[in-house]
Structure formats: structure tokens, C-alpha cells
């Protein structure tokens, strides 16, 4: 008889269109606190109910199938609501569960959430393998749990907070929980037959945009596993997982120069096939000009940078410490070194008008990336920027907090304008991308025709890329077919 888990990890079952547009990403939070959790010997199962789609009442069938003891939900702003509802679903299903709720969002809107909500039991705040462990010692134990720092919950009626938990000082004696993960359901949906695993090689970022929860989340503070270390991991996953595709958590990989260069040396000589995607900062990659070349042998093909505007008021507004001329040579440089290039353009800020708005979508199309995206200002309930624009929120429905639906109202004019500049932000960006597809590289056009299909079929621009039609010059058929390259 299987042995039902002690701890079921869950996350909520949310989508947008965003993120799942171009595969399945593991809860890699989840599985670092798993593995805190099973070294220290307790039972533990992944429960990835957003990258199966399951609704409510399937979560609801498979907590009552499996009984567990605890439950453990990570949710960001925009899936908080439906983390919420898993919590009053195990509630109903399992006399005496114990509900624990963690990551950015209950981190910091712990007593929001415990004066209104019963459902939850505890918010782990903050980093949370050890904070994890401790709480589930102290449960078993009948303990006061206001002995374990990192913790947040109620007492005698009250909401209280232990203090802060000190950061683990040394990211090298953390493991996620690999085993956990049913590898089949991971894949990046450009490599038809990948199997995709989300790793980091650091935690934090020491710069101080204001609408960014991660600097706060990790107090402006950066860590990072050693060279060695990290790419021993890669070399394991692919190995034993077949991990031919990893997504780089990290906010910034590249900050320590020259442990990056040592991990894309260590890359190059270990030649082990994997596909590497990246976030980075603007500033590093013009840092590395010369390096590029090492970053595409080492495996790096693709590199999102945060542009975020083309205003310098705004990049100032938002604390990004750069010149808007930055991100566009930065773009350039990544062109230039065959590797796909992806930003954002954030819209939407008070003080937008449609002329602005405009000029970001020409300016969008002269910097040239692969990829663009055109996303609603969103402020964090928790972060700096949500001061400034707090007089303009005009939605509170923290499910639309999502980076897709437009949340600050603009002076000048209505949200349904914004969202229709954001539309038309994606329509003439790719239509121009789209002219001068046969200008790319051969692989980098077989990704484009396949980046097509994906934001046709599986993005939350479905209905405004379906018009688009396929690929000006190029074949209608092939367009439509899944293509690797990326």
C-alpha cells in the first residue's frame, strides 16, 4: 500500500497565458523547501496543479485521496487568491491539516491574509528551508512556534511575526528535492521532446528598481553557488533526468564576473548538450561584449534583459540605474552573437498618454529584439513603487495582478485604452518582426515561425496573434509545425 505523503507541496491553480506559453516550469521554491524537508526525514510529494491544469475540485479529489498531514502552498500576487482556496479546500477535506502558505506575496502581506483569512494556519516568511523544517518540527511536537524565526500566525486572536531568519549563508549545502519531480511533464515547448528543469545558481540582486519584489524579498542581498557546484547540478540533471533545457532562476547569474566566466569554461569543456535561458541586467551584458562568443558555446541561446521603457524619466522613476540607450546596444550585442534576444516595455504609469504609448512601440521596433513584450505597470501591494501610483489603482483583484490586465489607471486616459496600446504593442511589433524574418539566421527563423504558432495557440495573445496570420515570406505550412532551434 502506497504510504500517503506527510507534506504535500501545492501549487495553486492559476493561469494568465503568460509564462505557460512556451512550457512547463517546475515550482523550484517548492522543491528546495522539499529537500530541506526530506533531509530532515519527514514525507514529502509535489502536487504541480497549475502545470496540470486541474481545477479546484481536482485539487480538491487528490487532497482527499492523499490525506496529508500539511500542505504547503507558494504563490506570488497574482495566484494568492486561488493559494487561498487550496488552503479552504484542505480544510474541508482533512480534519486537523495543517495549512502553511510562502513566497513573496504571503511574505510580506502576512497580516492582510491571517486577519481575513482562517484557512491558513502559517506564512513562512522569507527564505524557507530551514523555517520549513522548524515549523513542521514544532507541529509534531505540540511546541510554541513562536520559537522558530521566519514565521507568521495567529496567537490568542492576534496576528504576530517571529523575527527575521538570517539568510543560509552558504547556497552550496541547499538541494532541491529532484526526486520529486515527474520529469515527463516539464518540456520547453520550442525543442519538441525536451525535458525542462528551472535551476538557480544564485539568490538576490543588489540593485534597487522600485517595482521589483525579488530586491525585497531578498533585501537587496545576492549569493551564489559556486561555480563547481552549480554546474556539477547541470551535469547531474542530465545524466539522470535527461535535462536538456534549463531555465536560469536567477535574477542576475552574471554578477560575479568571474565565477561566470568560470561556469560558462566549466560549460564549454564539460560540452554537455544543454540549452541554457537566461535573465540578466543590461549593464552585464554590455560588460561581457567580448564574452558573448563564450556564452553561446557554453550553451546560451536565448537571454531576457529588462529594458522595462524607452523613457529615461520612467528608468529613473523605477530606480534601474541605466541610460535607455543601454538596452538597446545591449540588444544589439545579443543579436549580433546569434543568440535570441527577449525584453519587456512596460506601460501604463499615471502620467502615460497615447502619443507616449506610441513612441515606445516605434522605439520597441527600432531596438530589435527576437522577442518583446508589452506589459501593464503592475505595483506589488508590498513594493515601493505602489506608493507612488497608489492614487491610480484602479483594479484590486489580485488575480489580474499578472502583468497582463492594466491595474494603474493613467491620467489621460481610460484602462481599456491602455489595454488596447498593449495590443497593439505585440500586433506591430511581430507584424515588422514578421517582414524581416528572412533577414535571420536559419535557426533563428525556425524559432520565429515556431514563437508564431505558440503565441497563437497557447498565450493569453491568442485571439490578437490569430490575426496576424503566418510569417510574411515564409512557408504557410511550416509556420504551423513545431520546429527546434531554440
Keep these: 500500500m502506497k504510504r500517503r505523503p506527510e507534506i504535500l507541496l501545492i501549487t495553486p491553480p492559476y493561469h494568465s497565458g503568460v509564462v505557460e506559453s512556451a512550457g512547463s516550469w517546475l515550482p523550484l521554491g517548492l522543491l528546495y523547501v522539499g529537500g530541506a524537508l526530506q533531509k530532515a526525514g519527514f514525507g514529502v510529494a509535489l502536487y504541480d496543479a497549475m502545470t496540470r491544469y486541474h481545477t479546484l475540485e481536482e485539487v480538491r479529489e487528490t487532497l482527499r485521496r492523499e490525506q496529508p498531514g500539511a500542505v504547503f502552498v507558494s504563490c506570488?500576487?497574482?495566484?494568492?487568491l486561488d493559494g487561498l482556496e487550496v488552503c479552504r479546500v484542505a480544510r474541508e477535506e482533512i480534519p486537523g491539516v495543517l495549512t502553511v502558505l510562502g513566497n513573496t506575496h504571503p511574505?510580506?502581506?502576512?497580516?492582510?491574509i491571517l486577519r481575513q483569512h482562517p484557512e491558513v494556519d502559517v506564512i513562512v516568511r522569507g527564505e524557507g528551508e530551514e523555517t520549513a523544517v522548524e515549523l513542521m518540527q514544532a507541529w509534531e511536537a505540540d511546541a510554541d512556534l513562536g520559537r522558530v524565526r521566519g514565521l507568521a500566525f495567529r496567537q490568542e486572536g492576534r496576528v504576530g511575526a517571529t523575527p527575521a531568519r538570517r539568510f543560509i549563508p552558504d547556497l552550496d549545502t541547499v538541494e532541491p528535492a529532484w526526486n520529486l519531480v515527474p520529469w515527463g511533464e516539464y518540456s520547453y515547448r520550442p525543442k519538441p521532446g525536451s525535458i525542462l528543469a528551472v535551476v538557480s545558481s544564485s539568490r538576490g540582486c543588489r540593485s534597487h528598481c522600485s517595482f521589483c519584489s525579488q530586491r525585497l524579498f531578498w533585501q537587496e542581498s545576492w549569493r551564489a553557488v559556486s561555480a563547481v557546484k552549480f554546474v556539477d547540478e547541470l551535469q547531474m540533471l542530465r545524466e539522470r533526468y535527461g535535462v536538456n533545457v534549463v531555465m536560469l532562476a536567477d535574477e542576475i547569474p552574471s554578477l560575479d564576473n568571474e565565477r561566470w566566466k568560470r561556469i560558462l569554461d566549466?560549460?564549454?569543456?564539460?560540452?554537455?548538450?544543454?540549452?541554457?535561458?537566461?535573465?540578466?541586467?543590461?549593464?552585464?551584458?554590455?560588460?561581457d561584449a567580448e564574452l558573448l562568443p563564450t556564452y553561446r558555446?557554453?550553451?546560451v541561446e536565448h537571454i531576457y534583459v529588462g529594458v522595462e521603457s524607452v523613457n529615461q524619466a520612467t528608468l529613473d522613476l523605477f530606480k534601474k540605474e541605466a541610460q535607455t540607450d543601454h538596452g538597446r546596444r545591449a540588444i544589439e550585442l545579443i543579436n549580433r552573437h546569434d543568440i535570441i534576444s527577449?525584453?519587456?516595455?512596460?506601460?501604463?504609469m499615471p502620467d502615460e498618454t497615447e502619443e507616449s504609448m506610441e513612441r515606445t512601440i516605434e522605439l520597441a521596433k527600432f531596438y530589435d529584439p527576437d522577442m518583446a513584450f508589452f506589459l501593464a505597470i503592475t505595483p506589488w501591494p508590498y513594493a515601493d513603487l505602489y506608493r507612488e501610483?497608489?492614487?491610480?489603482?484602479?483594479?484590486?483583484?489580485?488575480?489580474?495582478?499578472?502583468?497582463?490586465?492594466p491595474i494603474v489607471k493613467p491620467r489621460a486616459m481610460s484602462l481599456d485604452t491602455v489595454r488596447h496600446y498593449l495590443t497593439k504593442g505585440f500586433r506591430d511589433f511581430y507584424v515588422g518582426k514578421m517582414k524581416r524574418m528572412q533577414s535571420m539566421p536559419g535557426w533563428k527563423q525556425e524559432f520565429m515561425k515556431s514563437l508564431m504558432k505558440l503565441l497563437r495557440e497557447h498565450s493569453y495573445l491568442r485571439d490578437q496573434m490569430?490575426?496576424?496570420g503566418h510569417p510574411a515570406g515564409a512557408d504557410a505550412q511550416a509556420a504551423t509545425q513545431p520546429v527546434g532551434g531554440k
Design 466 to 468: 490569430s490575426e496576424l
Design 107 to 112: 511574505s510580506f502581506m502576512f497580516e492582510e
Design 76 to 80: 506570488i500576487t497574482a495566484t494568492v
Design 266 to 287: 566549466l560549460l564549454i569543456e564539460r560540452n554537455l548538450g544543454t540549452t541554457l535561458l537566461l535573465e540578466t541586467r543590461v549593464d552585464d551584458i554590455l560588460r
Design 297 to 299: 558555446r557554453a550553451g
Design 389 to 405: 501610483v497608489r492614487d491610480h489603482i484602479a483594479v484590486t483583484d489580485y488575480r489580474k495582478y499578472n502583468l497582463v490586465e
Design 342 to 348: 527577449e525584453t519587456s516595455f512596460v506601460m501604463g
